[in-house]
DNA sequence: AATTCGTCCAACCGCTGGACT
DNA sequence: CAGTCCAGCGGTTGGACGAAT
């Protein structure tokens, strides 16, 4: 398309941000708002082009940052969002309140993405490496696949408009673990995951009922969320391997627990898969719902 | 003590899509 | 409608730092 440069490279600042050049920035932004990101620089004093000073703004100075590590609540969070809207870091940064999109790459890429290869999870698609069957990259897990980001995109639109006309009335708060994901299983989506299965001749999945090898899955991603909720080995610092053989040792109790429940094997891993947020605990995290929660959680009896 | 290696994270780059002309 | 501008986004990089050798 033939676009000019965001900025005159030439003469301008690169690297790291000095304390004065902070100082200059929040106080530009504090008295006049940042305004055009392209003028305020110059506006400012800064040598800097505006993608660089609204970076540094977005993701350092802005005062509603959170600072420090991740709580186990928000890492849960990340994996369960990840999960669901995929490499979508502005979107779930939007779900944590102070949290910015790069931490949120940041981590994930060095933490969370590590802890699902340990827990032999494909970090991209959340499916179990181990349960690999030949579903694994079908057309029909893929679109299957595609249907689910829909579905969680159309959800979403619904939530979303149903919090602003506030139609619904609000349900009694024991349904708190009326998880959100029910509702998709049994949308259009979760109808296509029981046809499909039916098309290839297996027993139909439940949300409630699956193979053993899904059944080891999903107990480790349920017990994953008590892991990451500040028991056991699993720490912001903690010692990666160690944690990963945490996950490992685990998965391997389980999945010899499990051996004897004797369900007919079940290899389809886009099931796994949902099965993985299913059992997820959400408690009260539907917020990627939208903004505001409350509201949301409220109108929708998920609370 | 010096060097190497691995990890973390701030910052940059390039692309995309909406708004504007 | 096409061209341009701009903000925002996701991927990637590179320097700082600590641990291991």
């Known amino acids: 398309m033939g676009r000019t440069p965001c900025c005159d490279k030439k003469d301008l600042k690169k690297g790291p941000w000095t304390p004065e050049e902070d100082e200059i920035l929040v106080e530009y932004i504090r008295q006049n708002g940042h305004g055009s990101w392209r003028s305020l620089p110059k506006l400012a004093g800064l040598l800097r082009c505006g993608k660089s000073c609204r970076l540094r703004w977005t993701n350092y100075l802005r005062p509603d940052i959170k600072r420090g590590p991740f709580t186990p609540e928000e890492e849960k969070l990340v994996i369960q969002l990840h999960g669901i809207l995929g ?31 340990c827990m032999g999870l494909d970090p991209q698609t959340h499916e179990p490496f181990l349960t690999r069957g030949p579903m694994t990259n079908s057309p029909a897990s893929t679109v299957t696949r595609h249907m689910a980001q829909w579905e969680s995109a159309r959800l979403e639109a619904e939530a979303r408009l149903s919090r602003e006309s506030n139609l ?36 139909p999945v439940s949300p409630a009922s699956s193979c053993a090898k899904c059944e080891s899955n999903s107990a480790i991603s349920a017990e994953m969320g ?48 949902l099965q993985l947020l299913l059992d997820f605990p959400i408690n009260n995290d539907i917020s990627f719902l939208g903004g505001d929660i409350d509201q949301y959680a409220s ?5």
Not at 173 to 196: C, M, P, T, Y
């Open 226 to 273: 008590p892991s990451l909720g500040g028991s056991a080995a699993v720490t912001n610092d903690g010692d990666e391997d160690k944690e990963c053989e945490t996950y490992k040792s685990y998965f391997q109790q389980m999945a010899a627990g499990t051996e004897s429940s004797g369900s007919s094997a079940l290899e389809d891993s886009s099931d796994t898969a």
């Open 87 to 117: 490499n979508r870091w502005a979107a779930i940064a939007a779900q944590l309140p102070g949290r910015t999109d790069n931490e949120i790459k940041n981590l994930w890429n060095t933490h969370l993405k590590k802890r699902l290869l």
């Open 168 to 203: 619904f009335n609000p349900l009694p708060l024991q349904k708190a673990d009326a998880d959100h994901f029910l509702r998709l299983w049994n949308s259009e989506v979760g109808e296509s995951f029981r046809k499909i299965n039916m098309e290839m001749g297996r027993s």
């Open 299 to 303: 109108s929708s009896g998920l609370v």
